[in-house]
């Protein structure tokens, strides 16, 4: 019989990747996963999915590497078993490249992914406006297959899913402990104005002939080869709200990578895409407590990780299954989890 009950509010990856981690765990806890909005509906499904991630300066860099490595470690896996295809995972070449040399050279996940190295002055020949670059192989995950993925070993450890807004985190006082993964929600279910939108778009096109990627480092170009299409993108518009295509954005994406990629000339537009990054000065992965009628429940957040949640989102579920371990413990010290 399950003992504590449990609820996650959020189905993007932050959410699913937790509600999962959780209900395989803790065979005692019963999860149920509430959100508004579920695959293919999310922003999380419309990210390219590269595992690559900026430093956050507030967090240790330490447990930056942990989220990192545990995501990366995860998911190669998961890329060299049977279930790729099916979970969307895939292994991903190619470079970053910068206009001049960056201060810093490595970056914190450098040796977390497979053979990163600088780029030699021939490689970096067809692009005549960059002067540094790096290779390396990394990972990428759709989201569009992976959630769905991710939705079905949930349901198979005992996962119960519910579809519904939540205006207050206090209508979930029937659960024992609240974990909070509502991205841009949380401005309003956490009430944290720290929280805000920087608009992205995105297009799929046809160019199977692409198989390698390629990121400018400002990280407003990029050409991504996936498993049916090649995302190009992109935009980063901060406090940017609108979820409607921008023609003049869609220009100036195509005019970009073309720079980069001369072959997408040839390529064909299958579908053109806007997403909200869920961002914040840094994650917000830890425990509070909500007080209501008289209780004290336990609330662990997890949300805010901007452009690079589809990266962390393995290695901050493990994170918060430790948390919400902690939280039980706290609250039914002789239960067993
Ligand atoms: C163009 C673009 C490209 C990207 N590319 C990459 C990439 O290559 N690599 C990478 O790592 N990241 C990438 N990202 C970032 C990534 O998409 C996000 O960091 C990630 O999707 C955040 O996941 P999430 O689960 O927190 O949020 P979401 O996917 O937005 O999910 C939030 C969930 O909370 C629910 N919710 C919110 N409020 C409420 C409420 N009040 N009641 C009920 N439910 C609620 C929503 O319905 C939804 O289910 C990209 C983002 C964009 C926009
Ligand atoms: O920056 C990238 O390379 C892709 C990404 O994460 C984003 O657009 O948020």
Redesign the pocket.
Known sequence: MPQVKVAV???????FSSAVCIAESLPNAAVTI?????SPD???D???????AAEFHEIPVERQRRWFKDSFNHLLQIAHSAQAPHAGVMLSSGCQIFKQEPAVKRPFWADLVIGQGDMSPSELQRFPEHGFGQVFTTLKCE?SRYLPWLQHRFIKAGGVVEQ????SLNELCGFDLIVN?????SK??ADDSAVFPVR???LKVSAPWIQHFIRDSDGKTYI?PGIESVTV??TRQEHDWRLDIDEQDTTGILERCKKLEPSLENAVVLSKWV????SRKCPRVERGVMKTKGKNIPVVHN?G?????????WGCAVDTLGLVTQSLRDIRPVAKL
């Open positions: 509010v959020g189905a993007g990856v932050i959410g509430i959100a508004e909005k579920f999310t922003t999380s419309g990210a390219a999915g590269i595992f690559f989201c519904r807004h939540v205006s993964c509502s991205g841009l929600g309003a279910l992205g778009q995105v991504y993108g992109g997403g909200l990054r869920p949300y990780h901007g452009g690079w949640g589809v990266t962390l989102a």
